[in-house]
């Protein structure tokens, strides 16, 4: 197996990978989706929201927010707050999000949250966990697509005679994919590089793959681990007085 970087921008990866299948690709690809973790808003405690949304649809719109962050280990236990207190006439934008911690905020500052007219008014305090795709789409870290490499041949390679030739001369190049060779596209939707999101990815599949060995050893070998039968205290007796 060979990989190949053909495109690389601030959100967006794309690279080519020889001597593979469309079964471990789209394994990888699942597991970009489902299986890494990253931020988003879960939590929210409305103090006053007299806006035209509900409050449903305002947590809503809140858990979309891609979050900025740069952390590797302890994601089960870490969370940060946002505080948004706004009154109208104005704009609610991501941007209005204050967090406690300086290193999360909103990837794209600029995305409205909801329009405030006279006398309307929000407040609230809202709290954002690790999660994974599986669990929610607001935790989905990317948007990852995948194609066969394309291989060009002209009708005429083909041995066509010159009638088709002149039927199909407006489609004059036919476009089939190599199956061993395969491009993987992978957009990053929340505050992870794309790279990062590939990596972790790999390393999970890796972890899952080992564990699933094991296991199938165990099973082959007939060394599985005896299962301790928990012993059950009974309650001393008490003597009878005659």
């Known amino acids: 197996m060979k990989v190949k970087l053909l495109n690389k921008k ?8 020889k001597n ?15 299986k890494v973790p990253t931020l988003a ?29 740069d952390f590797k280990d302890n994601v089960e ?5 946002f505080v ?24 794209y500052p600029d995305i409205v949250i909801v ?4 006398n309307q008014e929000i407040k609230l305090e809202a709290t954002a966990l690790f999660g994974k795709g599986k669990e929610h789409a607001k935790w989905i870290p990317a948007k990852v697509g995948y194609m066969y490499y394309p291989d060009s041949k002209t009708l005429k390679e083909h041995g066509m005679d010159k009638g088709d030739i002149a039927e199909y001369e407006k489609k004059a190049l036919e476009v089939k994919g190599d199956e061993t060779r395969i491009i993987v596209n992978v957009v990053s939707i ?18 899952e793959l080992k564990e699933l060995e094991n296991k199938v050893k165990q099973e082959k070998s007939g060394t599985k681990k005896p299962k301790v039968a928990k012993t059950v205290k009974k309650p001393k007796s008490k003597d009878k007085k005659k």
Do not use: W
């Open 10 to 17: 601030t959100d967006f990866v794309e690279f080519e990978i």
């Open 20 to 34: 593979t299948n469309t079964g471990f690709v789209n394994a990888l690809r699942r597991t970009m989706l489902n």
């Open 41 to 69: 808003i879960e939590l929210m405690d409305v103090v006053k929201n007299s806006s035209a949304l509900y409050n449903d649809i305002l947590a809503h719109r809140l858990s979309l927010i891609p979050l900025t962050f």
């Open 77 to 81: 236990n870490y969370q940060v707050k």
């Open 84 to 107: 948004l207190e706004k009154k109208g006439p104005c704009t609610v934008y991501a941007k209005d999000l204050k967090s406690t911690d300086k290193k999360v905020k909103s990837c």
């Open 115 to 118: 329009k405030l007219l006279e």
């Open 190 to 207: 929340s505050g992870q590089k794309p790279e990062n999101i590939v990596l972790n990815a790999v390393e999970i599949l890796q972890k």
